[in-house]
């Protein structure tokens, strides 16, 4: 079992940055995929990126890459997702998620657990 924990969230300006944090609970945390998706309101959830079980590959979708970084310290138990150049077309309810494998990639049904969602909100 894992439980995941998003923070970082809030309102930023347009062009600036934010870090959002993922901290997961678990002996296990290590050999999990990991990524980060999104839901802005009245559409449906979208993949952003995935990291595997080392860190070593990365994954992002063409909307944001560039433009954010998806890392993890294992020792922490934590990803990040480092936001720069944010859009209000980014503004969102972002959402870590785990998956039982060591690479995962963009299919919300590879993962297996979610975090609880951080607000992300980029103003014009």
């Known amino acids: 079992q894992v439980q995941l924990v998003e923070s970082g969230g809030g309102l930023v300006q347009a062009g600036g940055s934010l870090r959002l944090s993922c901290a997961a609970s678990?002996?296990?945390?290590?050999?999990?995929?990991m990524g980060w998706f999104r839901q802005a309101p009245g559409k449906e959830r979208e993949f952003v990126a995935a990291?595997?079980?080392?860190?070593?590959?990365?994954y992002y979708a063409d909307s944001v890459k560039g433009r954010f970084t998806i890392s993890r310290d294992n020792a922490k138990n934590t990803v990040y997702l480092q936001m720069n150049s944010l859009k209000p077309e980014d503004t969102a309810v972002y959402y870590c998620?785990?998956?039982?494998?060591?690479?995962?990639?963009?299919?919300?049904?590879?993962?297996?657990?979610w975090g609880q969602g951080t607000q992300v909100t980029v103003s014009s």
């Open positions: 998620a785990a998956a039982p494998t060591s690479y995962s990639g963009s299919s919300a049904d590879e993962y297996k657990y």
């Open positions: 678990g002996r296990t945390f290590s050999s999990y995929g």
């Open positions: 990291i595997n079980w080392s860190g070593g590959l990365t």
